[in-house]
């Protein structure tokens, strides 16, 4: 069984940056789209970016220009750069797979606050 591990959250001031990461115990980024979804307090789950196994990205409107997913296949990890964060921002940050998605990980919590 996959087992999906993200790090890398905290605690930041508004305007800050962080660096999450997805890891994973198999080689399986290499052939799927993988994604970032957060969950804030009291919300659903959602999407926040994309990227494909060619490369390709997409982004949820109110994130674009300010979060950036990456990937790394050798490493079976996936990155989300966030810059510019804002108390918006605030929410427990997953990876999975897009399609049929694995167990979830216990994701990594962002707090943006002053």
């Known amino acids: 069984q996959v087992q999906l591990v993200e790090s890398g959250g905290g605690l930041v001031q508004p305007g800050g940056s962080l660096r999450l990461s997805c890891a994973a115990s198999g080689n399986i980024f290499r052939i799927n789209d993988m994604a970032w979804y957060r969950q804030a307090p009291g919300k659903q789950r959602e999407w926040v970016a994309v990227?494909?196994?060619?490369?390709?990205?997409n982004y949820k409107e109110s994130v674009k220009g300010r979060l950036t997913i990456s990937r790394d296949n050798a490493k079976n990890t996936v990155y989300l750069q966030m810059n510019s964060l804002k108390p918006e921002d605030t929410a427990v940050y997953y990876c999975n797979r897009v399609a049929n998605p694995f167990i979830w990980g216990q994701g990594t919590q962002v707090t943006v606050s002053s």
């Open positions: 990227i494909t196994s060619g490369g390709s990205t």
